[in-house]
C-alpha cells in the first residue's frame, strides 16, 4: 500500500483535534472538570491517549480551546444568521446575546472556563482563540469604533465581567439585568439581538455538540486516524 500523501496525513490530523475537542466539550459539560480525566476524552474522542499531548499541554488547554471553539461558533452563527445584516448595532447586540447565552445555557463548562483563565497560565493562546477573537474585533469595527485595538479588549472586558457575574454560585445576577447593563453601555435598543421572552433567546439547551465540528471524512480520503 503506497504511504499516505502530506495532505492525507494533515486531514485526519485535524480530524483527531477535533474529535478531542468535541469529546472534551462533552464530557467536562455531563460531568464536570475535576471527573473528567485526559484519558476519558481519548477515549470518548476514539484516539489513542498518548496522542491528546500531542495537540495540547494538558487538560485544562484542551477544555479552554474546547470551551473557545464553542463560543466563536456560537458567536459565528449568532452573526450570520438570517437575516443577515452588516448594521453594526445588530451585530454587536446579536454578540452581547450569544456570550450571554452561553452563561445561560453552558454553565458548567463556562463556569470552568472563567476558573481556567484565572489559572497561572491564563489565557491559552490557540487558533479558537484567535477566531473568537477575529470576530469580537470585526463587530466591534461595525460597530462603528475608531479604536479596534483599545475598544475590542474592553468588550472582551465586559463581556467576561458579565459572564462571571452570571454565574457566581449562590448570587448570581438575572442575564436580562446584564443583558440591559450592556445594552445601556453601548446604546443599543433593547429590541436588537434576541431579546429575552421572544421564544428563541431562552429555548431549551441542544446537548448536541457535533455541529460545531468538522469531523467528517471527505471524499476520496482514507478512513482512521494517526
Known amino acids: 500500500m503506497s504511504p499516505r500523501s502530506a495532505s492525507v496525513n494533515e486531514e485526519l490530523r485535524r480530524r483527531s483535534r477535533e474529535r478531542l475537542l468535541q469529546a472534551a466539550l462533552e464530557l467536562v459539560g455531563e460531568h464536570g472538570y475535576e471527573a473528567t480525566t485526559l484519558g476519558d476524552i481519548a477515549d470518548r474522542a476514539g484516539s489513542a491517549r498518548g496522542l491528546v499531548s500531542y ?18 461558533r456560537t458567536l459565528e452563527e449568532a452573526l450570520e444568521r438570517e437575516p ?22 453552558r454553565p458548567v463548562l463556562m463556569r470552568q472556563h472563567m476558573a481556567g483563565l484565572l489559572q497561572a497560565e491564563g489565557l491559552v493562546q490557540c487558533p479558537e482563540q484567535r477566531r473568537l477573537s477575529e470576530l469580537l474585533g470585526d463587530t466591534v469595527a461595525r460597530y462603528g469604533s475608531q479604536d ?29 439585568k446584564l443583558r440591559e447593563e450592556l445594552f445601556q ?11 429575552p421572552g421572544t421564544g428563541t433567546a431562552e429555548g431549551p439547551c441542544e ?11 471527505r471524499s476520496g480520503e482514507q478512513r482512521g486516524a494517526p
Open 55 to 72: 495537540y495540547f499541554p494538558g487538560k485544562r488547554q484542551l477544555v479552554q480551546s474546547a470551551v473557545h471553539r464553542l463560543m466563536h
Open 84 to 105: 443577515r445584516t452588516d448594521d453594526g448595532r445588530e451585530r454587536l447586540a446579536r454578540a452581547i446575546d450569544a456570550i450571554l447565552g452561553l452563561a445561560r445555557d
Open 148 to 176: 479596534v485595538r483599545a475598544d475590542y479588549p474592553l468588550l472582551r472586558a465586559v463581556l467576561m465581567g458579565a459572564v462571571y457575574a452570571a454565574l457566581v454560585p449562590g448570587v448570581p445576577m438575572p442575564v436580562p
Open 185 to 195: 453601555r453601548y446604546g443599543l435598543d433593547w429590541e436588537l439581538g434576541v431579546p
Open 207 to 217: 446537548k448536541d455538540l457535533s455541529r460545531f465540528f468538522a469531523t467528517e471524512e
